[in-house]
């Protein structure tokens, strides 16, 4: 193989498995450290300044960083990265004089935003302190989008989302809530520089052709819906036999909020086995600790409806058969079709992208499934004034992508605001800095804790179930929060090799733990990751593989799983081995970004 | 810090004959200086242990005083050891050795404890083919005394300080030819694809074993002009053939041209399978390993690999003809069987 190019900043952002794995790349090790070392505000800061949402993130995020963390390889269960946001986000001081505000003297272009969802405000957010007059469109009575209409109190208390939502408003954007966009083309009439689509994905699916759908429609809810309607207090109660459909966190959000507005006998049901729900399985945990039967395998046929009220549902049983290129198929167990009593039923077996008020001629190209084309990277329509992002650009995802998209959308429109090439996208900034500081001391805390993952803790049920604003999960306490941030491998800390000041001694292939370093004589990937001290199964982790050595070898680093506990620099008698810090931070829209 | 290891190991790791993987076969975390040869070996005395599926309880390490001796804390924590007094590993060894055949026994010992203050020891061992692995971690100077030239230094080796060494080296590997020695092999800490073999093949050897490894003084003796030092060693190394040591009941895969290779059968059915890289040279012939360690003195080189090898030895308990049982497990009727026997016994020898 040929040496590894450490240069290429992608090389050492891949070791930090979960900021890699994260959509927005937020530095997670790095925020874990400060909240070790107790500073809350500066751990908050990292996420904000990467995430805009660390409070909501904390609570409701969907974690694509806890199933990349390396500890999951090491032992059992990653760290709680998420639960971790939150004790950042709890224990904060005050971060208002920290958030950067408008400047007096704009710039003279004008955005609008349509939607004041994640995706919204992130764009807001990025570009308000640069100078650009925002202007954001909502429906609703106030700002937040999904996270506030479909998360439901009980997760995402409202005050939490308030305080993040309001941070960015109070930057001086311009905000006109209560307001329905019902025409794109009036929009782009006005004299705006950039309007940016933010506006989710707002029509839940239906069962419109299932028998007995409109006779029993009094009592059958779509689900987002239903939660919207809840959150915006036009519903306070359902019947006490409730039938939820659906496997994903939404059917287990509606669930549980019918359990506080009088459900007493609820049941989730879903078509597709329990193992392959699409709900995230702490979701599927919660529901079930509420006295939620989910009951998989189970195709709705029927809505059973008598004298104009509806009794209930019928179901097929099936099972699934999967064919030899894992394609699944649901087949009938041939069993008599089964009956479930239900006084409501909340439909909530997806969401699709909707956009009557864009019309067809505005040069805004849609595809076959009636989605617009936007640029995956630039986020840019086939109309350059007008930016996707969030649900609506790409389809539904989750708040991360969401304020994921939302930066790379605020990065296009300055550029385009600024007649600049959209294509010209800033480059990350990365730092890589040696921990160096004694023969026995670095300056992180490199001894690997033994601990299993510490459990949230709950409040009880009988009281969080009687109140559909009172937060279930209680957040990891200031210890539990240092304890489980101890946890973390630090893999942002990388094993930097210096080729020309090894001494080829092997102290470094003797002392490391997890026998990831081997000496050997180069060979191909494929050959190379058999001969190593442990075999490199896990391809899609990199080898570190050095230039060649004195005696004709390379030094093999399998980066699987490496602890980054520094035995290999310590051992190292020429320092060849250092322990050196990679920070790693996506470039937002900032004009210190741009050459003029 | 991390004085500390993490418990956490490869999920993947490699498990031998019975089941243990190398972590069974660790020991302590080393103390020694970082990038110590010292540490090397332990780290292939680990690996040999692993390979060979030696039971960890069924081994005893011995050792006597010095960096080198430290190391056992290092290597099979699980193991039997005995950190005797400064150059009478020996007589620690014979002992045990003798009240006891049934243990595997590893003998660690550096230039100081050997080729100094237990020389008279070290000699007898030898000279009474005890069946041990007797491995002299070998770096020329007095490491844990700040590095001062011992008895193995090279005349004309330079120390850290700048002086140079007067006096000529006791070599080990010569004096082990003198004394007898029925297992004579050196190697280099740094060169472990020899190392491993060596030792495998030396702790199945059923006598004396001797194997003297260089193993750099990173901190003392590891300066320009020392004839000790990882990088004077690498340019100067030689060696009698490549090694590969092939357990008992394995196929030989690897093939050789005819007239370079050698194979050793070992008493234990295993078999030294030997790439010769020495023109004249034949491993169980004295006389030309002999010839074979002045030619490579002569040239300023470094000979290593197995030197000499006395495939069919007998051990000191075969000589002396002692008791098959070690002495703990000698029961009393065994030990005291009573007045008849006596009776017996005296009318024997009227």
């Known amino acids: 193989m040929e040496p590894t190019n450490v240069n290429d900043p992608e090389y050492y952002h891949k070791v930090v498995d979960c900021q890699y794995a994260c959509p927005a790349h937020t530095p997670v090790p790095e925020y874990i450290r400060l909240i070790a070392a107790e500073r809350y505000t500066e751990a908050y800061m990292i996420n904000w300044e990467s995430n805009v949402f660390p409070g909501v993130l904390g609570r409701t995020c969907d974690r694509p960083c806890e199933p990349a963390c390396r500890r999951g390889r090491v032992e059992e269960e990653p760290v709680a990265i998420c639960r971790l946001k939150r004790v950042a986000a709890d224990n904060k001081g005050d971060v208002k004089n920290l958030i950067p505000k408008a400047p007096k003297q704009g710039n003279g272009k004008k955005v609008a935003l349509i939607g004041a969802g994640p995706a919204s405000l992130t764009v807001a957010r990025d570009l308000a302190p640069l100078g650009y007059e925002i202007h954001v469109f909502d429906e609703q009575i106030k700002g937040g989008g999904m996270m506030r209409s479909q998360i439901p109190s009980f997760r995402l208390p409202e005050a939490v989302l308030d305080e993040e939502v309001n941070n960015i408003l109070d930057m001086g954007i311009h905000t006109h809530f209560k307001t329905y966009v019902s025409s794109l083309k009036d929009v782009l009439a006005k004299d705006y520089d950039a309007v940016f689509v933010g506006t989710g994905a707002p029509r839940g699916r239906d069962l419109s052709d299932l028998q007995g759908r409109k006779e029993g429609a009094a009592n059958i809810h779509i689900g987002i819906e239903w939660l919207a309607s809840v959150a915006f207090e036009h519903t306070s109660k359902i019947g006490k036999n409730v039938i939820v459909l659906g496997g994903g966190n939404t059917a287990m959000d509606c669930c549980r909020t019918s359990r506080r507005l009088g459900g007493e006998n609820v049941k989730v049901v879903v078509r597709s086995p329990f193992t392959e729900m699409k709900a995230s399985p702490w979701e599927k945990e919660d529901a079930m600790h509420e006295d939620i039967p989910i009951l998989d395998n189970h195709v709705p046929k029927s809505f059973v409806v008598e004298n104009g009220q509806l009794k209930g549902m019928t179901f097929e049983k099936v099972h699934a058969v999967y064919d030899e290129k894992g394609k699944r198929s649901l087949v009938s167990t041939g069993e008599d079709h089964v009956f479930i009593e239900a006084d409501d039923v909340l439909v909530a077996i997806g969401q699709e992208n909707s956009f009557p008020w864009i019309e067809r001629d505005l040069g805004i190209e849609f595809d076959k499934w009636e989605m617009p084309k936007v640029d995956a990277v630039t986020f840019q329509s086939t109309n350059p004034k007008v930016f996707f992002g969030g649900d609506a650009a790409l389809g539904p995802k989750n708040v991360i992508t969401a304020v994921a998209q939302g930066h790379q959308g605020a990065i296009s429109i300055d550029l385009f605001c600024q007649g600049k090439s959209l294509a010209d996208r800033p480059a990350p900034f990365t730092n890589l800095i040696s921990q160096k500081m004694g023969i026995h001391e670095w300056s992180y805390d490199s001894v690997v804790a033994n601990d299993h993952r510490f459990v949230v803790a709950q409040a009880d049920k009988t009281i969080t179930l009687k109140d559909r604003k009172k937060e279930v999960e209680l957040g990891f306490n200031k210890l539990e929060g240092f304890k489980e941030a101890q946890r973390c491998l630090n893999c942002d800390v990388q094993t930097v090799f210096t080729v020309n000041r090894c001494i080829e001694c092997d102290a470094c292939m003797d002392i490391c733990p997890t026998s990831c370093i081997t000496f050997t004589d180069n060979g191909t990937e494929e050959d190379l990751r058999t001969r190593l001290m442990a075999p490199a199964l896990n391809l899609e982790q990199d080898l570190l593989v050095s230039g060649t050595l004195a005696t004709g070898r390379v030094m093999v680093k399998d980066e699987d799983v490496c602890l980054h506990c520094g035995l290999c620099a310590e051992r190292c008698p020429t320092s060849a081995w250092d322990m050196q810090k990679f920070f790693y931070n996506v470039t937002k829209a900032h004009h210190g970004c741009q050459t003029a | ?350």
């Open chain 2, 1 to 350: 810090m991390t004085y500390i290891r993490p418990t956490f190991r490869h999920p993947n790791l490699p498990k031998n004959k019975i089941n243990y993987t190398k972590k069974d076969y660790e020991g302590a975390l080393s103390t020694l200086c970082a990038g110590c040869g010292h540490d090397s070996i332990s780290g292939a005395i680990i690996q040999a242990c692993f390979e060979l599926a030696i039971e960890p309880h069924r081994l005893a390490k011995l050792s006597g005083i010095g960096c080198s001796s430290k190391t056992p804390a290092y290597f099979l924590g699980n193991s039997h050891g005995f950190n005797s007094v400064h150059g009478r590993m020996p007589s620690v060894a014979t002992g045990a050795y003798l009240a006891n055949r049934d243990l595997v026994y590893f003998g660690v010992s550096g230039d100081g404890d050997s080729a100094s203050i237990g020389m008279g020891q070290f000699v007898h061992a030898i000279r009474r083919n005890l069946n041990m692995t007797y491995i002299v971690m070998n770096n020329g100077c007095y490491g844990l005394t700040k590095g001062q030239d011992s008895a193995t230094a090279d005349a004309g080796s330079i120390s850290k300080a700048g002086s140079t060494n007067l006096f000529n080296a006791i070599d080990l590997v010569g004096l082990g030819l003198e004394l007898g020695a029925t297992f004579i092999a050196r190697s280099f800490s740094g060169d472990k694809t020899q190392l491993i073999p060596l030792i495998k093949a030396a702790m199945s050897h059923p006598g004396f074993a001797l194997i003297d490894v260089i193993s750099p003084c990173v901190t003392f003796n590891n300066n320009t002009g020392s004839t000790k030092s990882y990088d004077y060693v690498r340019e100067h190394i030689e060696a009698t053939s490549t090694i590969d040591f092939v357990p008992t009941m394995e196929e030989i895969t690897t093939s050789y041209e005819e007239g370079d290779s050698k194979e050793v059968a070992l008493h234990d059915g295993s078999v030294l399978n030997l790439q010769k890289l020495n023109q004249g040279w034949n491993p169980e012939d004295k006389l030309s390993a002999m010839i074979a360690l002045q030619n490579a003195k002569t040239k300023g080189e470094i000979l290593t690999g197995l030197i000499y090898i006395e495939p069919k030895t007998q051990s000191l308990h075969e000589v002396l003809g002692t008791c098959e049982t070690p002495l703990n497990e000698l029961k009393e009727d065994l030990l005291c069987p009573g007045q008849d026997a006596l009776e017996a016994l005296n009318q024997s020898l009227r």
